[in-house]
């Protein structure tokens, strides 16, 4: 391969890469049109493990992700490695990480997914649906981006980890 024939296909890869990037914020901008999240109505919640968690006060302190998921989601699949990356690194990148499991059974069957999986991210077990319902959430996965009490970014669907590395850089330095 010539030099310069390396440096068209390079070309050719950054301007796809940047095509492919501009057209999936438009929809997910699209997708997340209607998606109304309200993060007045919360409480301290227990995850699976039995901490407890009070993700609204600490959004004050740090940006906070709430990744609503569920264990029958074939897209949370995709979404699922990304977040436990995210939480493995969450001190680097001050941010706090935390889950909520919508209808994904009880605590222990919980716990031994997390196991199999060997994801990390702690977990609200939200049995009966009622918090993703208080939240407004109506899709999985929704990934909430909190900060100082309020939605900073909120996305639905298969989200790239390179698309909520980017969300989570904006929620740190904006």
């Known amino acids: 391969m010539t030099r310069t024939s390396a440096k068209g296909w390079l070309k050719n890869i950054l301007i ?24 007045d109505n919360h409480s301290v919640e227990k995850t699976i493990n039995q901490h407890d968690i009070d993700w609204l006060t600490l959004s004050y302190q740090q940006p906070v992700v709430l990744y609503l998921w569920a264990t029958w989601c074939p897209s949370c699949r995709f979404v699922s490695p990304s977040i436990n990356w995210l939480q ?30 060997d994801y990390r991210f702690p977990v609200i077990n939200d049995q009966n649906g009622s918090i993703s319902q208080q939240l407004g959430i109506s899709a999985t996965p929704t990934i909430l981006i909190v900060k100082n009490g309020e939605v900073f970014n909120s996305t639905t669907g298969v989200t790239t980890p390179v698309g909520l ?7 740190t330095y904006l």
Do not use: C, E, P
């Open 165 to 171: 590395f980017a969300r989570v850089m904006a929620a």
């Open 88 to 117: 493995q690194y969450q001190s680097d990148l001050n941010i706090k990480v935390f889950s909520v499991a919508i209808r994904s059974g009880d605590d222990r069957s919980l716990r031994a997914y997390m196991n199999s999986k």
């Open 16 to 39: 796809t890469a940047i095509l492919v990037t501009a057209i999936s914020i438009v929809v997910d901008i699209w997708r997340n049109k209607d998606l109304t999240v309200s993060v």
